[in-house]
């Protein structure tokens, strides 16, 4: 039993039934059977086209082989040349937790920066919005319609902002990728405009209207009404010349810092210019209506309105007038007439008719002083009277200022008011004096002047009132072709022709 049960025993015993296996060599000991070699982890590193990103796969490490360190990571990007724009946390990830037969983002470039491109900041409204203007108290006013913008010269219109240079970047290799700069936007030169010395800034070169068309700022010194100055375009107030190719209507007015040119009639109107003005039709104040020149005025007929003329006043007729120069008055034409009115001139008053003929109107001609020096001197006794009745209006409070002070009745108050108005009775008083001053050296001046020429080429007619400078005489019978002068013996007549 127990051989069998041995027997049974050793016949379940691997390798026991057959000492000599099969593929074993007969009377030899069986061949040992070794695991396969080890494996270490292997890194592959690829590109984009463009060089901006690095992926890196890693394999996994068989048999026991060996992973990746970071000497070795870092061995495989630089056998790529891979140098720019590693992922450092990533590397250092990949060493401790590898994620592997995967493609992981390890480097990355910098990608180049375009420059922004240049623009241009406009000072000036690239269109004009011509609308009423709406005042404080509500009320609109149809006058100014802000069809002007004006400029000064010097004035700057528009200010380049610069093109910016572009940012270069790198690709993973460290290769450089040049950037792109911005594209520069230039100036939009216009005529009568300038590039300022460090070409950043657009400016006036005279003074006009700003106008912006075709991509360009230009500065006119004409500004043109192509019809009439109406409720259509309102007051126009410009610092240039101004043309109107129609008429000026009653009630508006116009201001020019150069010369005024109007095809048409003026009707009680403001013409306002510091050069000439030129009316080719004529100008009818209606009694309210004033032209006021710093150069000359040259109007077909000047009616029922006021002329004040730095330089010549040239007309036909003058009629019912207040017309004043401080050069002469020439009346143009073998018609020419001045009737009614007063007509003042420095020099010389030239015309074919003065007064009138059937029916006397009063007509005062004058020469021999500058009427700016009159209209001053009206200045200095109105302003004058005034600071007068404000001396005697101060010196009747401080009177009864004292009165108060006397009687201990003196509140701070009325102290303080003391003080005002005694600094206010000295600067009034100081003020008046130089007033005073003034108007007795233009008096002198007056009467040193005091010579000119009235010239009556075909008839001055009785009732006119000629002056020139101190003497003055009323015209008894008509006199033809005649000139008057200031003589020692008062105004004398000599022949004109």
């Given amino acids: 039993m127990d051989s069998i049960i041995g027997s ?3 016949n379940n015993t691997p390798h026991a039934a057959n000492p000599n296996p099969a593929g074993a060599p007969a009377g030899g000991p069986a061949e040992e059977i070794r695991p396969p070699d080890p494996v270490d982890a292997k890194g592959t590193v690829t590109m984009t086209s463009d060089k901006m990103r690095a992926f890196i796969k890693i394999s996994m490490p068989l048999y026991g082989g060996r992973p ?13 040349g891979i140098v720019y724009g590693i992922h450092e946390l990533t590397l250092m990830r990949l060493v401790r937790s590898p994620l592997y037969d995967r493609d992981t983002v390890i480097a990355e470039g910098t990608p180049p920066q375009k420059g922004s491109d240049g623009a241009v900041e406009f000072h000036i409204k690239l269109q004009k919005d011509v609308a009423p203007r709406i005042l404080e108290d509500g009320s609109v006013d149809y006058k100014d319609l802000g069809l002007v913008e004006n400029v000064v010269r010097d004035q700057v219109l528009a200010t380049r902002i610069p093109a910016e240079q572009g940012i270069d970047g790198k690709n993973v290799l460290g290769n450089t990728i040049t950037a792109p700069n911005g ?20 400016r006036a070169a005279k003074n006009g209207q700003s106008d912006y068309a075709a991509g360009k700022i230009s500065v006119d010194e004409t500004f043109t009404i192509r019809g009439d100055v109406s409720t259509a375009t309102g007051d126009i107030d410009f610092l240039g010349n101004v043309t109107v190719n129609g008429s000026v209507l009653a009630g508006f007015t116009i201001k020019a810092g150069g010369n005024i040119d109007i095809h048409g009639h003026v009707e009680g109107s403001r013409i ?3 050069g000439n003005v030129l009316i080719r039709d004529g100008f009818h104040g209606m009694y309210k209506g004033e032209i006021i020149a710093g150069g000359s005025v040259r109007s077909k007929y000047i009616q029922a309105g006021h002329v004040h003329a730095g330089g010549v006043v040239e007309a036909q007729v003058l009629l019912q007038a207040n017309v004043q120069s401080s050069e002469s008055v020439k009346l143009i034409g073998n018609r020419s007439t001045i009737v009614g009115g007063r007509t003042m001139a420095r020099n010389m008053l030239d015309c074919y008719y003065i007064g009138g003929k059937n029916n006397p109107v009063p007509t005062i001609v004058e020469v ?5 020096l009159f209209e001053r001197r009206r200045e200095i006794k109105d302003e004058m009277a005034a600071l007068a009745k404000n001396i005697d209006d101060l010196e009747r409070l401080l009177q009864l200022l004292r ?3 006397a009687q201990n009745r003196l509140t701070q108050d009325k102290r303080d008011m003391m003080l005002r108005s005694s600094y206010t009775l000295r600067i009034s008083g100081e003020r008046l004096n130089a007033l005073i001053a003034e108007d007795e050296n233009m008096q002198f001046m007056l009467m040193s ?3 000119g020429t009235v010239i009556a080429r075909g008839m001055i007619f009785p009732g006119v009132r000629v002056v020139i400078g101190p003497e ?6 008509a006199v033809s072709g005649v000139m008057l002068v200031r003589g020692e013996d008062g105004i004398v007549e000599n022949n004109a022709r």
């Fill in 272 to 274: 306002i210019a510091e």
């Fill in 68 to 80: 990746l360190s970071e000497e070795d990571l870092r061995a495989v990007l630089g056998e790529k």
């Fill in 8 to 10: 049974r025993i050793n």
């Fill in 368 to 372: 021999g002083s500058d009427p700016h």
């Fill in 183 to 202: 594209k520069d936007k230039p100036l939009p030169i216009g005529k009568n405009t300038y590039v300022s010395d460090d070409g950043l800034e657009l």
């Fill in 403 to 405: 009165q108060l002070e």
């Fill in 449 to 451: 002047e005091g010579y």
């Fill in 472 to 477: 003055q005489r009323i015209v008894s019978t």
